[in-house]
């Protein structure tokens, strides 16, 4: 199958990468790029824990085809911590324990980076729909719930 040229932003860094047709996202930044934060749970877009950010939007990276990235701006986990200060959702994930084994922590922090960045304050149910599509099989999801909404109780605070 012939190879197709790629070039993207990931977590501020342009890279270019050639992968073959019909290759996801998941798969091209794993195995080309090195970023493992995406994890593969189910391969068919029902688990999230496969989310990244792509333009400002939260997308499963098991389902989308690594061509129609070219010319984006995609965002993972890795790279959400700033000159080794982890990021307020990561953070909060850590102090509420909101992680046992640690799957769909990357999926669930972007789905609620997502949430955080469009409304900086939201509601329980608001967090609850938000998260809908990342299946957690470990901490029963309250302790998930409770770290996105301390981190953005911090983000307000430190933004007044």
Known sequence: MAKVPIQFTLNGSEKAEFVEGGTTLLHALRDKTGDTSPKGGC??????????????????????????????????????AE????????????????????????GMIMAAKVLLDHTPNPSREDVVEALSGNICRCTGYEPIIQAVLTAARANSQNAA
């Open 83 to 106: 000159a080794g200060v982890l990021h307020p959702l990561q953070r909060a994930f850590l102090d509420a324990f909101a992680t046992q084994c640690g799957f769909c922590t990357p």
């Open 43 to 80: 391969h068919q877009g029902t688990c999230g824990a496969c989310s990244v950010i792509i333009d400002g939007e939260l997308r499963l990276s098991c389902l989308t085809l690594a061509e129609t990235c070219s010319g984006t701006d995609i965002q993972t986990t890795s790279g959400l």
